[in-house]
Nanobody, 116 residues
Framework: QVQLVESGGGLVQPGGSLRLSCAASGSIFSFYSMGWYRQAPGKQRELVATITSRGSTNYADSVKGRFTLSRDNAKTTVYLQMNSLKPEDTAVYYC??????????WGQGTQVTVSS
C-alpha cells in the first residue's frame, strides 16, 4: 500500500510564497511520475506540475515562472515552491504519484488560500 502525505498549505497574502511537500511511503521504491494537481471550488481538478523519474518537468501555463517543482534524491518526496501567489491560485492541492504500471495514487489534499 502506498501513502502520499502532504504538508505546507495555508493562508497567504497575494504576492506571498508557500512550499508544499509530498512524501510517499509504502511498498514502492520509485514512480514513473510525481506531482501536484489542484481543484478550486466549482472547477475540475487540473494539473499544476509533474516530474518524471528521468527528471522531466511539466508545468501548467498559469504557474510557469512562479512555481518550481523539485524532489529529493530518493525520488519519493516532491516539493512545490509557490511564489508570487495570486488569488486564483486558491484551491485544494493534491499530490499525485503514478507507478510504472499506470496505477495512480493521490494524497488527501491540502488547502491553499491566497487572500488579503
Amino acid at each position: 500500500q502506498v501513502q502520499l502525505v502532504e504538508s505546507g498549505g495555508g493562508l497567504v497574502q497575494p504576492g506571498g510564497s508557500l512550499r508544499l511537500s509530498c512524501a510517499a511511503s509504502g511498498s514502492i521504491f520509485s514512480f514513473y511520475s510525481m506531482g501536484w494537481y489542484r481543484q478550486a471550488p466549482g472547477k475540475q481538478r487540473e494539473l499544476v506540475a509533474t516530474i518524471t523519474s528521468r527528471g522531466s518537468t511539466n508545468y501548467a501555463d498559469s504557474v510557469k515562472g512562479r512555481f518550481t517543482l523539485s524532489r529529493d534524491n530518493a525520488k519519493t518526496t516532491v516539493y512545490l515552491q509557490m511564489n508570487s501567489l495570486k488569488p486564483e491560485d486558491t484551491a485544494v492541492y493534491y499530490c499525485n504519484a503514478v507507478t510504472f504500471t499506470g496505477v495512480n495514487y493521490w494524497g488527501q489534499g491540502t488547502q491553499v488560500t491566497v487572500s488579503s
